[in-house]
Each structure stands twice: as C-alpha cells, then as structure tokens.
C-alpha cells in the first residue's frame, strides 16, 4: 500500500509497536475498569495490582505483536505472519502452564498444537487493524499540514475507540449485574435495620450481623455452575456466588439464581 512506500522499514516498525502498546494499554485499562465504570452504585472490589499487571502485559504483548506485523513491507505478510506469531506464542504458553512433567508436556503438546490454526484465525483480525493502522499512518505521511493532522488525528481516534471498545467487552453479564444489585440493596437494607426482626432473612443466616457488619465492604462475583439448590436431582443451573468483606474483617457470600427465591448467604 502507499503507506509502506512513505515510511522507512524502520519507521514502520516502529510505528507498529507504538500503535501496538497503546491498544494494549488502553485495552488492558478499560477491561480492568469497566465493571466499576458499569456499576458506579456497587462497592466492587478492584484489585489495582491486577489491573496495572494486566495492563502492562497487555500493552507489550501489543507492542510485539504490532511490530510484528509491521516487520515485512508486505501487508499481506504482515497480516499473517503476526497472527502466526501471536498463535505461536498463546499455545506455547498454554502448553508451559499444563506442563508438569515430561509425560504431561507430551499430552498438553498433543492436544494445544491442534488449536494453533484456530488460534492464527482468530488473530487475524488483531494483525489487520494493526496493519491498517500502521498503513494509514505511513498514508498521512504523505501529505502535509492540514491534510496530515486530519489523517493523525482520524487514527488517534480509531485507535482509542478499538482499544476501548475492545475492553468494554470485559463487561460483567446482565445477570451478574443483577446479582451484585440485589446483594448490596439487601446488606443496605440490613445495615439500616433497627431491629434483627428487620434484617433481611438471608442476613440472618449470618451469625450476629447486626452487631458484627460495621464499616464499608466490597464485593466480589462469580459465575458458577452447580446444581439447583432448590430442587433435588436438578439438572445444572449457573448461579452467581457474590462474596461479601467488610473492612473489620467480617466474610460471608451469597448465592444468587434465577431459580433461588431469595440469595442464600452463608459464612465463607
């Protein structure tokens, strides 16, 4: 494309792993926010260290990949070999986690290396707005002054807005949503309590809530899939485990399902 005539091989892998990092950073940032973001009335519990670890693997790994793509002069290349790259490097990496031993590296080779070509097929996508990104920025090039800056700042914004998009579908589901709503409207309710008869019956499963849960707390989902507590030899339901901390150390979680009539809550 016009863009690889404009820029130098080394400008163009250098632009690569710079549009690179700041996707992954600004993916890595918004899946890591985006539920509190989501949820501004519900005490989330964040962990910053995870979130800033994430990040900043996010933003190499982008930054590599980004280069990669933008190694050869062909886009084409470019395209496939840096999703051949990334596929290469999330199936050694699964095969180094299941290994054990070397009985176990031989399973885990066996049964990851078939998932290498689904694996370069769903990079592809990853590789190509990359490329395309690299390219418009090599296509701006060629103009100057008012032209240029329209170009830059058209690919500022596409950049942002993949990046943002992409970790927005970090998203927690509606019905975790709803769960963790329902969990912290109850423990409002039994904070404002008066009396232990005013407590919301889940809560009273908990040994002396009313004297014990004082002070902020956060809460923490996850999606589990189980058998349904309310009926005997059910088939799996998904029900929502919401574990509930106060800062005076008090722990305790609650269940919520569809087909629960209430959360069931119980000390962790």
Same mark, same amino acid.
């Given at each position: 494309m016009f863009g690889d005539m404009i820029m130098s091989t080394r400008s163009r892998r250098i632009a690569g792993a710079v549009l690179g990092l700041v996707l992954g950073v600004l993916y890595g940032g918004a899946s890591g926010a985006i539920n509190a973001w989501a949820l501004?009335?519900?005490?989330?519990?964040?962990? !910053?260290? !995870?979130?800033? *670890?994430?990040?900043?693997?996010?933003g190499l790994g982008a930054l590599a990949a980004g280069y990669l793509t933008a190694w050869p002069e062909s886009t084409f290349k470019g395209i496939a070999g840096g *999703?051949? *790259?990334?596929? !290469?490097f999330l199936t050694l990496r699964a095969v180094v986690a299941q290994a054990t031993g070397l009985d176990s590296l031989l399973r885990a080779v066996l049964v990851l290396i078939p998932i290498f070509l689904p694996s370069v097929a769903l990079s592809l996508p990853i590789t190509g707005l990359l490329r395309l990104g690299v390219n418009w920025y090599g296509d701006a090039l060629s103009y100057s002054g008012r032209p240029r800056l329209f170009r830059l700042g058209r690919l500022a914004l596409s950049v942002a807005a993949v990046g943002l998009l992409a970790g927005s579908?970090?998203?927690m589901t509606a019905d975790e949503q709803a769960a963790l709503r329902q969990v912290n409207l109850m423990i409002q309710n039994g904070l404002a309590a008066r009396s232990e008869a005013q407590v919301p019956r889940p809560l009273r499963n908990i040994l002396g809530f009313s004297a014990r849960a004082a002070g902020s707390y956060t809460l923490d989902p996850r999606v589990e899939v189980g058998a349904d507590l309310g009926f005997a030899d059910s088939s799996a339901v998904q029900t929502i485990w919401v574990e509930v901390l106060f800062d005076n150390g008090l722990r305790f979680h609650c269940l919520v399902g569809q087909t629960l009539a209430e959360p069931l809550c119980a000390e962790s």
């Open positions: 501004p009335d519900v005490p989330l519990r964040l962990d !910053a260290g !995870a979130i800033v *670890a994430d990040t900043i693997f996010a *999703a051949g *790259a990334i596929a !290469a579908l970090s998203r």
